[in-house]
């Protein structure tokens, strides 16, 4: 390691130059601290232009009639209501998709093996690449997995009406791909959460005579509940935002109904942002209901964020207090 | 647990869940290779079938085609002309022309925060940056498309006197938003991680607290800063909903960065609902998908082999 320290202090000889020494730490590089001080500004201050612009432009739109209505006059006019029970609709799927999946993967990895197993390894360095692929590849892999090799297996082993029941876009393969790819969230959130349950209640469980599965079930779990709610709501926020995965996979432009089975496609947020922004004929007379829309769509990830990051705040204070 | 005595059914339960437990785990790798092998084959046919490889093959997608007689040879991106080009370039310059723009705007801010985080900040400063990070990091992608495109576009073309609204420096910018939380995440996590005994002992010989920074936490920590770089361009690589929104979606060669480009994982967001099932077209939008999924793939090993790396030394070697 290059430790480089100032030329006097390296110096052979014994005898310290205190003056020197004085010197250098009064001059304790103030412009440097400044210069990174600044970079830390310019972010905030991007973020703060950003939101400042979104609700600025958006704040007046919004009314319960703007969250009661569906779009009118091709989306110059009415609400988002569709969007809105859509995109809901679609998270709630993703959830009981991807909860249960993931909860047992972070149990398997801190209850039943150890850090430096070859499964251990492998599964962790499965989970860093599926937080790593595009978001877009996931959209494909919707589309060729479940919509063409399972939607479509099920359409010819059971109907075989020539159309497309099963193996089309819809909500279910949405909220699968979407499950796919908030995995890794749930998994490491809940990681976290069984890291902070101390061995002594564990142990003590199975020293009363419980089995381990016993233990898990009724020690584990309900310990790391908070933090499998964090996860849980991180994956939300994360999925309602996601738009390249559901384009291809059930995200519809328009639909004068809502989605009531699990083969119906369905209007999204974040895919409703997209076609406003990009498909309008009239961007002027969109502008209103589109900022209306981003806000919606920002309240919603916020507010899911910031609660899982204050669950997640309490639970760290907790385990120091625990800890100490 | 071998040695307690339990009734037998009690044992076949426990059997069982584990076995359950343990084969839910495994989807992790089951999705990582499903994602491959159907990605893969839908991409395949481009290296074996005739029909396909008269119209993309592989060399038709690099190399520079003659497409009539007495013209130039030459690369190019038109997917649904009359005579089908399949050229990858201007898509891969396209490509490098954003991510470079993202990583030239995004590491000096991320890196630079990321010092004055875990360096100099005092805990009050700390605990208002990093919640600032965490909603940059929170905006959904199609929000960050949204204001590239309505505000931001807008006000690079003023700020420059470009001719085009939508162009790579515009899809940079915005793309670099999306890249700043991850780069600082990694470079702060791993800055952070330098011992405390590195730093003090620096400190008691002398040097001022940047001169501990510059030359014993920042070599310290390089491993994990490069690793934070490297996921983020992988991140600006794979951004899809930012660049279709933000850049014009121009498949054209050229070294300005102020013309419009097209990026693969714009291509593919752009033309696949509209592609004819099985067609030539339909298997190199797949062939863009696994060199995607390729290529984060290698940069999150890399990445993941720096940080477990500088995790082992600082804290290994040095406790």
Known sequence: MNVFIEPTTRSASPEIDFETLHEN??????????????????????????????????????????????PENGMEGGGIFPAIFGTVALVILMVIAVVPIGVFTAVFL????????IST????????????????????????????????????????????????????????????LTLPVVIISTEEALRTIPSEIKDASLALGATKLQTIRRIVIPQAMPGILTGAILAVGRGA?????????????????????????????????????????????TKPILYGTVLVLLLLTFLLNFTAILIRSRMRARRASAAQ | M???????????????????????????????????????????????????????????????????????????????????????LPLFIGTLKAAIIAML??????????????????????EIIKPVIELLAGIPSVVLGFFALLVLATVIQNLFGLTYR?????????????????????????????????????????????????????????????????????????????????????????????DSIRTFAATIAAELAEVVFGSAHYHVLFFIGTILFLFTFVLNMLGDVAMTRIKTRLQGKLQ
Do not use: C
């Not at chain 1, 995965?245 to 119906?264: E, S, V």
């Not at chain 1, 406003?276 to 009239?282: G, K, L, V």
């Open chain 1, 121 to 180: 390894r492998l599964i962790r360095q499965a989970i860093n690449n599926l937080a790593g692929v595009p978001s877009i590849v996931f959209g494909l892999f919707g589309m060729g997995f479940f919509i063409a090799f399972i939607g479509g297996g099920i359409d010819a082993l059971f109907f075989d009406s020539g159309r497309p029941v099963w193996g089309q876009p819809a909500i279910i393969w949405a909220a699968l791909t979407l499950a796919l």
């Open chain 2, 2 to 88: 071998e040695k307690y005595k339990f009734k037998p059914k009690s044992r076949v339960r426990e059997f069982i869940g584990e076995k359950f437990i343990q084969i839910n785990a495994y989807a992790a790798i089951a999705a990582v290779l499903l994602i491959f092998i159907f990605i893969f084959k839908e991409a395949a046919p481009i290296f074996y079938d005739q029909d396909v490889k008269q119209e993309a093959s592989l060399d038709k997608m690099i190399f520079k085609q003659q497409f009539k007689k007495g013209r130039e040879p030459k690369w190019a991106w038109q997917p649904e002309s009359d005579i089908p080009k399949f050229s990858l």
């Open chain 2, 105 to 126: 705007f995004a590491t000096p801010l991320g890196v630079g925060a990321a010092v004055y985080s875990s360096q100099f900040a005092s805990k009050r400063m700390r």
């Open chain 1, 241 to 285: 935002g996601e738009v390249a995965p559901i384009m291809f996979t059930g995200a519809a432009y328009y639909l004068p109904y809502l989605p009531t089975k699990l083969n119906d496609q369905f209007m999204e947020l974040g895919y409703h942002v997209y076609v406003m922004a990009t498909q309008s004929p009239d961007i002027e007379k």
């Open chain 2, 166 to 258: 939508l162009n790579a420096i515009n899809a940079g910018v915005a793309l670099g938003l999306a890249v700043i939380p991850i780069v600082f995440t990694i470079a702060e996590d791993a800055m952070t991680s330098v011992p405390n005994s590195l730093r003090d002992a620096s400190l008691a010989l002398g040097a001022n607290p940047w001169q501990v920074t510059l030359s014993v936490v920042l070599p310290a920590a390089f491993p994990g800063i490069a690793a934070g770089v490297v996921l983020g361009f992988g991140r600006a690589i794979g951004e899809t909903m930012i660049v279709l929104m933000a850049s014009g979606n121009a498949a054209i060669i050229s070294a300005s960065f102020t």
């Open chain 1, 25 to 70: 730490r009064k001059n304790s590089g103030a412009i440097p601290k400044f210069l990174t001080f600044f970079a830390a500004m310019i972010i905030a201050a991007m973020l703060a232009i950003i939101l400042g612009n979104i609700v600025w432009g958006g704040y007046g739109i919004i009314s319960l009639d703007f969250l009661r209505l569906p």
């Open chain 1, 110 to 117: 801190s209850e039943y093996t150890t850090p430096t197993s």
